[in-house]
């Protein structure tokens, strides 16, 4: 009986010494010294009443047979391992999957705390035997959720599961009531139990969304504010020839930019390069690769949309087999991986993809979330002129699959389905529809710098098809954008440090805000709450601009631990204004939009090695959208 003079102990109160018998109410009180024994069990039975474990008194309430022939109390309500693999035997040919397992284990586990009493003493081994009875009821929901409708033999499993998951709820509300009314008793705080990860129900929600999804909070300090920016670009380039002149290697980019409230934009690229250096003066290059974009109400959403799309791109390929989409998100190649994901992936529909023309103005980024992933190529070309300045040509072309709100309700909607239902099962392989609509983006640019300033110009063309390789393609926008900047090259702080530089940019930008701000105060139709937020926002940008002047050139030197920084290392600071008018041919509307960035940067350039990180925070941005002028 060294498990009720465990349990017993265990629930004595820390400090409490008693100096006689312990005073317990009862039948414990009658039995006489030779029925130790009994008058133990008596004691535990005593204290899991006062626990409030009704279920342990009544079973034993009736009067105890004589000791020589009385058995070790065994009280148990879940079955065994064992018992329970008995219980759901669908058949000789009917194996378990990954659900079933799981729960066998969680049984085994369950049972072999018990047998010693510890699910009854208040600590981390009764937490777990809590968590444990949480996991087998979620678990068992999960496996009958994706079995619903089943007509194979697994049918036969459902009243052994459904036995297990009525017990282990009242095991687990009993046992509940026990690690209260025990910390009630020896006086501790009634903390709820903390919960940790159920992994089989993680797995089975889409085990690859899960992942993504815990790099929220990295992507969230990226750019913890509206307006912020955070880019990350790695380039490998290996010679492979003697002269060192050509090469072959590649490019991984990611970007971030935190858009209004929470909602966040991020990008993904990863690119085969190659080309060639011509001396010193020029470099020609070009590019094959894929990318992942998408804006969601949150980092973590947008991450969710990244995996959708990877989903929706596995799904709709003619060439990799449904069973890789089924494993991958629903932890399964069988049909009832199929239902897992595509369950997951309505969840992520109707959770994300909703009419943006619901949203207020100020909530619009949140009801904009979409995904695309595709396909690019690039080219560029740049030298120097006379050692003076740089000339860099780029042009870039892109094309892939692009699902939101309108896409994939209208596309769900055509074969039969609604945006936020399942997918069921093709009969015929190859069946699966698209979802996506095929976008199109061709863009060039040409940019120049000259010392510390530097200016660029660039145009974009998007145009979609409502289907792949269906209908005639449909102008989306035009794009045009300016761009100039001015470089502090902080590791030299050249010309007088910021005063140089910042003051002739600051006036001119402030001159540039103040006519726009002017230009909104003269449009009728520009409302004079508008108008009044715009100036204010304007009149703060100029000055915040204005008073960097005034920063000691000291406050920017980063700080080296040893020595100098390496050579090919800078940690320029940017301040870039620019212009963008875009032309919505959905919409007929027109967006022209004026910001002012605060660049900081990193930059490394060890020949084969290159890196750049940027983090950007905006200084001001002013918009005519729709008729009227705001700012933020």
Same mark, same amino acid.
């Not at 535990?44 to 474990?53: H, K, P, S, T, V």
């Not at 976008?439 to 640019?445: A, P, T």
């Given at each position: 009986?060294?498990?009720?003079?465990?349990?017993?102990?265990?629930?004595?109160?820390?400090?409490? =010494?008693?100096?006689?018998?312990?005073?317990?109410?009862?039948?414990?009180?009658?039995?006489?010294?030779?029925? !130790?024994?009994?008058?133990?069990?008596?004691?535990?039975?005593?204290?899991?009443?006062?626990?409030? *474990?009704?279920?342990?008194?009544?079973?034993?309430?009736?009067?105890?047979?004589?000791?020589?022939?009385?058995?070790?109390?065994?009280?148990?309500?879940?079955?065994?391992?064992?018992?329970?693999? +008995?219980?759901?035997?669908?058949?000789?040919?009917?194996?378990?999957?990954?659900?079933?397992?799981?729960?066998?284990?969680?049984?085994?586990?369950?049972?072999?705390?018990?047998? *010693?009493?510890?699910?009854?003493?208040?600590?981390?081994?009764?937490?777990?035997?809590?968590? %444990?009875?949480?996991?087998?009821?979620? &678990?068992?929901?999960?496996?009958?959720?994706?079995?619903?409708?089943?007509?194979?033999?697994?049918?036969?499993?459902?009243?052994?599961?459904?036995?297990?998951?009525?017990?282990?709820?009242?095991?687990?509300?009993?046992?509940?009531?026990?690690?209260?009314?025990?910390?009630?008793?020896?006086? =501790?705080?009634?903390?709820?139990?903390?919960?940790?990860?159920?992994?089989?129900?993680?797995?089975?929600?889409? &085990?690859?969304?899960?992942?993504?999804?815990?790099?929220?909070?990295?992507?969230?300090?990226?750019?913890?504010?509206?307006?912020?920016?955070?880019? %990350?670009?790695?380039?490998?380039?290996?010679?492979?020839?003697?002269? #060192?002149?050509?090469?072959?290697?590649?490019?991984?980019?990611?970007?971030?930019?935190?858009?209004?409230?929470?909602?966040?934009?991020?990008?993904?690229?990863?690119?085969?390069? #190659?080309?060639?250096?011509?001396?010193?003066?020029?470099?020609?290059?070009?590019?094959?690769?894929?990318?992942?974009?998408?804006?969601?109400?949150?980092?973590?959403?947008?991450?969710?949309? %990244?995996?959708?799309?990877?989903?929706?791109? @596995?799904?709709?390929?003619?060439?990799?087999?449904?069973?890789?989409?089924? @494993?991958?998100?629903? #932890?399964?190649?069988?049909?009832? /991986?199929?239902?897992?994901?595509?369950?997951?992936?309505?969840?992520?529909?109707?959770?994300?993809?909703?009419?943006?023309?619901?949203?207020?103005?100020?909530?619009?980024?949140?009801?904009?979330?979409?995904?695309?992933?595709?396909?690019?190529?690039?080219?560029?070309?740049?030298?120097?002129?006379? $050692?003076?300045?740089?000339?860099?040509?780029?042009?870039?072309?892109?094309?892939?699959?692009?699902?939101?709100?309108?896409?994939?309700?209208?596309?769900?909607?055509?074969? $039969?389905?609604?945006?936020?239902?399942?997918?069921?099962?093709?009969?015929?392989?190859?069946?699966?529809?698209?979802?996506?609509?095929?976008?199109?983006?061709?863009?060039? $640019?040409?940019?120049?710098?000259?010392?510390?300033?530097?200016?660029?110009?660039?145009?974009?063309?998007?145009?979609?098809?409502?289907?792949? &390789?269906?209908?005639?393609?449909?102008? =989306?926008?035009?794009?045009?954008?300016?761009?100039?900047?001015?470089?502090?090259?902080?590791?030299?702080?050249?010309?007088?440090?910021?005063?140089?530089?910042?003051?002739?940019?600051?006036?001119?930008?402030?001159?540039?805000?103040?006519?726009?701000?002017?230009?909104?105060?003269?449009?009728?139709?520009?409302?004079?709450?508008?108008?009044?937020?715009?100036?204010?926002?304007?009149?703060?940008?100029?000055?915040?601009?204005?008073?960097?002047?005034?920063?000691?050139?000291?406050?920017?030197?980063?700080?080296?631990?040893? !020595?100098?920084?390496?050579? !090919?290392?800078?940690?320029?600071?940017?301040?870039?204004?620019?212009?963008?008018?875009?032309?919505?041919?959905?919409?007929?509307?027109?967006?022209?939009?004026? +910001?002012?960035?605060?660049? +900081?940067?990193?930059?490394? &350039?060890?020949?084969?090695?290159?890196?750049?990180? +940027?983090? /950007?925070?905006?200084?001001?941005?002013?918009?005519?959208? !729709?008729?009227?002028?705001?700012?933020?």
């Amino acid at each position: 009986m060294g498990t009720s003079r465990a349990v017993v102990r265990g629930l004595k109160a820390p400090g409490r =010494q008693p100096s006689g018998p312990a005073r317990l109410t009862g039948p414990a009180l009658n039995h006489s010294p030779q029925s !130790g024994v009994v008058a133990a069990e008596q004691s535990l039975i005593d204290l899991q009443r006062l626990a409030g *474990n009704r279920a342990v008194f009544a079973a034993v309430r009736s009067p105890s047979p004589p000791v020589h022939t009385r058995k070790p109390m065994a009280l148990q309500r879940l079955w065994t391992r064992d018992e329970f693999k +008995k219980q759901t035997d669908a058949g000789f040919l009917s194996g378990r999957g990954k659900t079933m397992k799981a729960l066998d284990d969680l049984l085994e586990e369950y049972h072999g705390i018990r047998k *010693n009493g510890m699910h009854l003493q208040p600590g981390g081994t009764q937490d777990r035997a809590l968590n %444990i009875l949480h996991e087998i009821v979620e &678990n068992i929901a999960v496996w009958k959720d994706t079995h619903e409708g089943d007509t194979s033999r697994s049918k036969k499993r459902i009243p052994g599961l459904s036995r297990l998951e009525i017990d282990a709820k009242a095991e687990l509300k009993e046992l509940t009531e026990i690690r209260d009314k025990s910390r009630e008793y020896m006086g =501790q705080d009634q903390k709820p139990v903390e919960r940790t990860e159920n992994k089989l129900k993680t797995e089975m929600e889409g &085990n690859f969304s899960s992942i993504l999804a815990k790099l929220g909070p990295i992507f969230s300090a990226a750019a913890p504010a509206s307006g912020d920016t955070g880019e %990350i670009e790695v380039a490998i380039k290996v010679p492979v020839d003697p002269s #060192g002149a050509g090469y072959l290697g590649f490019r991984v980019k990611a970007s971030v930019e935190r858009m209004k409230k929470q909602a966040m934009k991020m990008r993904f690229e990863l690119a085969v390069v #190659g080309g060639a250096k011509i001396g010193n003066v020029a470099e020609i290059g070009g590019e094959l690769g894929m990318y992942l974009e998408s804006q969601g109400g949150t980092p973590e959403k947008a991450l969710e949309l %990244i995996s959708y799309g990877v989903y929706r791109r @596995f799904r709709e390929s003619k060439v990799i087999p449904n069973e890789v989409a089924n @494993f991958i998100w629903g #932890g399964s190649g069988t049909s009832v /991986g199929w239902k897992r994901a595509e369950k997951w992936a309505a969840k992520v529909e109707k959770e994300n993809f909703k009419d943006k023309s619901t949203f207020a103005a100020a909530d619009s980024d949140e009801g904009g979330a979409y995904v695309e992933t595709g396909g690019l190529i690039g080219a560029k070309a740049k030298g120097g002129v006379g $050692g003076v300045a740089e000339l860099e040509g780029t042009g870039q072309y892109s094309t892939g699959q692009h699902y939101d709100y309108n896409s994939v309700k209208a596309l769900k909607q055509k074969h $039969g389905g609604k945006l936020g239902e399942a997918d069921k099962l093709p009969t015929v392989r190859g069946q699966t529809h698209h979802l996506g609509e095929s976008v199109h983006h061709l863009e060039f $640019g040409f940019s120049a710098k000259g010392g510390p300033f530097g200016g660029a110009l660039k145009v974009g063309i998007d145009w979609s098809t409502q289907e792949r &390789n269906e209908g005639l393609a449909k102008l =989306q926008s035009v794009k045009v954008g300016l761009e100039a900047s001015a470089t502090i090259p902080m590791t030299e702080l050249v010309g007088g440090g910021l005063g140089g530089y910042i003051m002739p940019l600051a006036a001119s930008a402030a001159k540039g805000i103040r006519a726009a701000a002017t230009g909104a105060a003269r449009d009728k139709r520009s409302t004079s709450q508008n108008v009044g937020e715009i100036t204010g926002g304007c009149e703060n940008g100029a000055t915040a601009l204005t008073q960097l002047a005034g920063v000691p050139k000291e406050a920017f030197v980063p700080k080296y631990e040893v !020595g100098q920084p390496p050579p !090919g290392f800078a940690a320029p600071v940017d301040l870039k204004l620019s212009l963008q008018g875009i032309y919505d041919f959905n919409e007929k509307a027109f967006t022209f939009e004026l +910001k002012v960035e605060y660049i +900081k940067g990193i930059e490394v &350039n060890a020949g084969v090695f290159e890196m750049k990180v +940027k983090k /950007g925070q905006r200084l001001i941005r002013v918009i005519y959208s !729709g008729g009227s002028w705001a700012v933020d």
